[in-house]
């Protein structure tokens, strides 16, 4: 009885001893899939009150990883605000298809910043390396509730991304 107290104490120091009480927990993610999303060219709707609307047709793509293989359905899109500060803000909103045949709904937001010079380069279509800039991303995916794929019902993933001139590559990592 009394081993077993200790080891209990024990146990429950090591794991109040993870990360200290007065920071925050560590952020843990994993490599969960690339998203390879086709694109069509940019239509810009115009000036607003908050910066210049765009939006880019989605029309294809894969998604490939540990944790999902997918086709990127044809017939979606990526709303575009291009602020004021250049900051373009991304509301893409797309249907994957499963290996097995299963569709899933993506809600993908973030920002790409990147200098005026480089802007215009991927405007030209030209190949921008990623590290000349920042295009990050928040996504929540929506799967069928009696699909093998329910978890991700409960899952927020982060997504590094990239533009190329005829595609975005978001490299997801689901949050732990």
Known sequence: MRIRFLATMIAIAAATMAYPADSPP????????????????????????????????????TVSGPLLTAKVLEGSGDWQVLRSDGVISVDAKYILETSDGVRLAVFNRG??????????????????????????????????????????????????????????????????
């Not at 994993?30 to 998203?35: E, H, K």
């Not at 295009?135 to 929506?142: G, M, V, Y």
């Not at 329910?150 to 997504?159: A, D, H, Q, V, Y």
């Open 111 to 176: 920002i790409r910043v990147a200098s005026a010079a480089v802007t215009a380069r991927m405007m030209r279509g030209e190949s921008v390396p990623p590290s000349e800039y920042y295009f990050r991303t928040t996504a929540e995916i929506e799967a069928p509730l009696g699909s093998r794929y329910k978890w991700l019902n409960r899952t927020l993933f982060i997504g590094i991304a990239e533009r190329k001139s005829d595609a975005a590559i978001v490299h997801f990592y689901q949050l732990k």
């Open 26 to 61: 560590p952020l843990q993610s994993t490599f969960a899939f690339t998203a390879t999303v086709s694109v069509g060219p940019i239509m810009v709707i115009d000036n607003g009150p908050i910066g210049q609307r765009r939006f880019v047709p989605i029309t294809g793509g």
